[in-house]
């Protein structure tokens, strides 16, 4: 039984390293195209974002293959496979659910980690980016990845999900994760400047949380930091 936990770790650990270097390698890619010069003098930085997403696969890693386990051994979690396990309408409202309660998980983590103290001890590496970039998107100390890499894992059993929503989690949570730190907007200004775009958070609204720190906690949506007053807005340069 423990070595077929430990092999579980051990593969979510390379499935989650591998999908940071092919996400965060693609818009890296993209952004020498987008904005030639931006990673410039950053090569150092860089290498150091690389190796801190590296010990963040693994703290990701482990609960994820943990549950993994779980899930197809035991019998664990809330996922199904089946699309008519669960009513259809419901289909659409887990993954928002998700998404919901990871950003109120992460707004208030966040900003309970920018109080010196734990900004020292666990926030200033992924704050070490200046600017951030493509490969910041898992750039954590591992205290604060461990903050993070319980959210999901904890999350599927509480909330019944399809495995192919899950996997639209996943996939939104890398995308945003990746995009939000390399400094230049993907969608349309038309889109970000909307009703729609007001609640949404995309990079120029991150980018504006690592210029003056103290605003703009938020993970997905602007909900909270609208609520409690702490969103700027967008940032300038992006
Ligand atoms: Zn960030
Ligand atoms: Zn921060």
């Given at each position: ?7 579980s770790a051990l593969a979510?650990?390379a ?6 270097f092919?996400s965060?390698?693609?818009?890296a890619?993209?952004?020498r195209?987008r904005r030639?010069g ?10 150091r ?28 979690t809330?996922?199904?496979t089946?699309w ?10 887990a993954?928002?659910?998700y998404?919901?309660?990871?950003d109120?998980w992460?707004?208030w983590t966040h900003?309970?980690?920018?109080r010196?103290r734990?900004?020292r001890?666990m ?5 070490a980016?200046?600017p ?9 100390h591992p205290w604060?990845a461990l903050?993070g ?10 909330i019944?999900i ?29 889109l970000?400047h ?5 609640w949404l958070?995309t990079?120029?609204h ?6 003056e720190y ?6 997905y949506?602007?909900?909270w930091d609208r609520l409690c ?10």
């Open positions: 039984m423990w070595d077929a936990i430990f092999f979510m650990t499935i989650i390293a591998a999908r940071y092919a965060s390698g693609v818009f890619l993209a952004t195209f030639p931006y990673h410039d003098r950053l090569g150092p930085q860089i290498r974002e690389i190796s801190w997403s590296l010990v963040s696969a693994a703290i990701y890693g482990i609960p994820a293959g943990i549950v993994a386990w779980g899930w197809q051994e035991r019998g664990w809330q996922i199904y089946q008519d396990a669960m009513p259809l309408w419901y289909l659409p409202i993954p928002l659910a998404l919901a309660l990871h109120t992460f707004y900003r309970w980690m920018h010196p734990l900004f001890a926030h200033a590496v992924h704050h980016s200046r951030p970039t493509a490969w910041a998107a898992m750039s954590f604060e903050t890499a319980v959210v999901i894992p904890a999350l599927v059993f509480v019944p399809h495995i192919a929503m899950l996997g639209l989690v996943l996939a939104v949570m890398t995308i945003m994760g990746v995009t939000n730190h390399m400094g230049w907007e993907m969608f349309p200004r038309r970000v909307s009703r729609l775009g007001g958070i990079a120029s991150h980018q504006r949380h690592h210029e103290r605003c703009n906690y938020g993970l949506f602007r909900f007053k702490t969103d700027r807005g967008l940032s300038e340069r992006v």
